[in-house]
């Protein structure tokens, strides 16, 4: 009995290590849940979520702001042209899969206002 004493310490220690894996495994497991509610998109690890975001939302992102600044921006076209054309660009980037329904319905919405 006097030697398995002196694994305790180890014991409890290795528990400890693999409770704190197990509850950061499902911070990220929620976290990719979320995402893929928000998006309407279905990762099923993170590396394909972290490449997703890398790559795709970023080329999204500046497509809006193309948008924004557009819409903002001083230039001879009448207001409902200048509305008109932001709708068209937005509908190809809908149409070409850049946005989600729910991304396209929430920018549309947004023009409109």
Do not use: W
Request: overall charge positive.
């Amino acid at each position: 009995m006097e030697g398995i004493g002196q694994f305790i310490p180890l014991i409890l220690i290795i528990t400890v290590i693999v409770v704190v894996i197990k509850v950061r495994n499902k911070g990220r497991e929620t976290r990719i849940d979320e995402f893929n509610k928000k998006h309407g998109t279905n990762f099923k690890n993170e590396l394909e979520l972290n490449y997703f975001v890398a790559t795709e939302l970023g080329k999204k992102e500046k497509e809006i702001d193309q948008l924004n600044i557009s819409k903002n921006a001083d230039n001879d076209l009448s207001k409902d042209e200048d509305i008109g054309a932001s709708l068209k660009r937005l509908k190809k980037m809908y149409n070409d899969g850049h946005l989600s329904k729910v991304e396209f319905e929430k920018a549309k919405n947004k023009l409109l206002k």
